[in-house]
């Protein structure tokens, strides 16, 4: 949930522009995999440090991340995703391996009006699920076999979209987590960045939104239009407000 904080002079207006709430999901269950390339040693949303690209990470889509921008409730959690089937290709593909990874989540897939990390709470990406995580692929961490294929059928490798299943695991099963250069947040970041090792959802453990806190729209891609009404709404009424201020005489 999220409460989105508007400037105090607009709290008295009737619309709402920033109603959106963040996704709430299970600790378990089905998503959607991507992958996108994440060069290593950069710093993605969160602020981890550079030296988690060594291992298996993920950018969550916004709506779950809990953040439009920086750091939000997902960062530095661990999970184990498991691929089930690839659908986009004609048949689908099921392979006949169990592939898993545990990754840790350090970096934010935008919300867009399409595309898989589109999931609101108003309905989920085109695959029908909410959660899409996003893997930073190719990863030196992880075999370039990783995707099972088969180029015999098919005549490419790289599915593009899996079916996966996900659980929220201990961060302790990461494979970054024995090394402490890994782990937390960069320094200079400072307020910036929030990347706990092992994160357990308890408030003394995990981020808060950094939209959040610093009242940042929750949903700024996919309400733009709504938005932009929004904002004209709101500079007609400072007008109203102003103007005979202005005109009023001294
Ligand atoms: C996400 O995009 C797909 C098309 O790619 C669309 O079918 C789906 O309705 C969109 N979901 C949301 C919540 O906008
Ligand atoms: C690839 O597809 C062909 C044709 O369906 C099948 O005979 C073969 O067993 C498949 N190989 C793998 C590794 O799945
Ligand atoms: C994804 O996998 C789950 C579990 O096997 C299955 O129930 C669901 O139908 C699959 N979704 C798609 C779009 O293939
Ligand atoms: C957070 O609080 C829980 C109890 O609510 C406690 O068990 C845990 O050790 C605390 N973690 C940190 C990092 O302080």
Redesign the pocket.
């Known amino acids: 949930m999220s409460l989105c904080i508007r400037p105090i002079i607009f709290l008295f207006l009737p619309l709402f522009v920033c109603a959106t709430q963040w996704l709430q999901y299970p600790a378990s269950g089905i998503a959607t995999m991507t992958h996108y390339t994440l060069p290593e040693n950069d710093i993605a949303s969160c602020g981890c440090t550079a030296e988690s690209t060594h291992y298996p990470t993920a950018a969550l889509n916004q709506m779950a991340f809990g953040s439009s921008t920086a750091f939000g409730p997902a960062c530095g959690r661990c999970f184990k995703l498991t691929l089930l089937n690839t659908f986009l290709s004609n048949p689908p593909f099921y ?2 391996v169990t592939k898993s990874l545990v990754v840790k989540v350090t970096d934010l897939c935008p919300l867009s009006k399409t595309g898989w990390c589109n999931g609101t709470v108003s309905g989920p990406n085109a695959a029908g699920n909410y959660l899409n995580f996003d893997l930073a692929f190719p990863s030196s961490s992880i075999p370039s076999n990783f995707f ?1 294929s ?1 180029v ?2 098919y005549g490419y490798t790289d599915f593009g979209v899996w079916n996966i299943s996900y659980q929220s695991v201990s961060c302790s099963s990461w494979s970054g987590f024995k090394n402490a250069a890994a782990l937390g947040s960069v320094p200079s970041l400072a307020d910036g960045a929030c990347c706990p090792a092992n994160p357990t959802g308890s408030s003394n453990d995990t981020c808060t939104s950094f939209s959040d806190k610093n009242g940042v729209p929750p949903n700024t891609a996919s309400s733009a239009a709504t938005r932009q009404f929004g904002v004209s709404v709101e500079l007609a009424w400072i007008a109203t407000l102003l103007i005979p201020l202005m005109y009023s005489p001294h």
Request: glycine share 0%; proline share 33%.
């Open positions: 392979p006949t099972p088969n015999t059928l």
